[in-house]
């Protein structure tokens, strides 16, 4: 049973179009992330949350943003996107930090045109 | 800032036969933790083994283990009688243990698998 669903699995938006993408997580964990995974790049995390507190990277453009309602919820909007915005995102959650595994979505598959 | 450096973008391996991928990171902090991901193509990321900085001991599983060298900075996987379901993409990953809590990825390496 999946334990991290990302919805959709693959997005297609227009250039500067407002898109949401959405994860959910039936683990109960704490802590979730959201990854920007480009071809051949490393995954770059943009933001996450421990509990209700958020925690941005410092490089991570104004043009993400990110919703966690309640636990089991997390969302990442991109306000304006472009053409240089087109990647794979994940998601992923972890119980707590430290040593805990991370868990992962299949992510989503975001495409601007 | 901590990196994660892994050197290999492909690898090979015939089937049944062993291999290594090699990584290291950089930091400035004494504890931490070290992972390596499984990213098999169209799925999730999984974990395959992980690595506390304070245990000298190398972390095994099954046919996976790695070589810790902490005062190198060194994490490199080794995969045994490697199998056709091992072919994915490897990331190599840093965890600090603080509350300010990152996952930091190296580039990864794919492995193929010849039958």
């Known amino acids: 049973d999946a334990m991290v669903i990302q919805n959709p699995r693959y997005q297609v938006t227009q250039f500067g179009k407002p898109v949401t993408l959405s994860c959910s997580q039936t683990?109960?964990?704490?802590?979730m992330y959201w990854y920007q995974q480009k071809s051949s790049q490393a995954p770059k995390l943009l933001f996450h949350?421990?509990?209700?507190?958020?925690?941005n990277e410092a490089d991570t453009p104004d043009n993400f943003q990110s919703r966690r309602p309640n636990t089991s919820f997390c969302f990442l909007d991109i306000r304006s996107p472009g053409l240089g915005d087109a990647a794979m995102y994940l998601c992923?959650?972890?119980?707590?930090?430290?040593?805990?595994?991370?868990?992962f979505g299949q992510g989503t598959r975001l495409t601007v045109v | 800032a901590q990196t994660v450096t892994q050197s290999q973008p492909e690898m090979s391996v015939q089937e049944a036969e062993t291999v290594t991928l090699s990584c290291t990171y950089d930091?400035?902090?004494?504890?931490?933790?070290l992972f390596w991901y499984k990213q098999p193509p169209s799925r999730q990321m999984i974990l395959v083994i992980r690595?506390?900085?304070?245990?000298?001991q190398n972390a095994t599983e099954n046919r996976f283990s790695v070589n810790f060298q902490k005062a190198a900075k060194s994490f490199s996987l080794k995969i045994s009688d490697s199998q056709l379901g091992d072919a994915a993409m490897y990331f190599c990953?840093?965890?600090?243990?603080?509350?300010?809590?990152?996952?930091?990825f190296g580039k990864g390496t794919r492995l193929h698998i010849l039958p």
């Open positions: 992923a959650t972890s119980r707590d930090v430290g040593n805990t595994e991370a868990f």
């Open positions: 930091t400035s902090e004494s504890d931490y933790y």
């Open positions: 683990l109960n964990h704490n802590v």
């Open positions: 990953a840093y965890r600090s243990q603080n509350r300010d809590d990152k996952i930091i």
């Open positions: 949350y421990y509990d209700k507190d958020f925690n």
């Open positions: 690595q506390e900085a304070y245990k000298q």
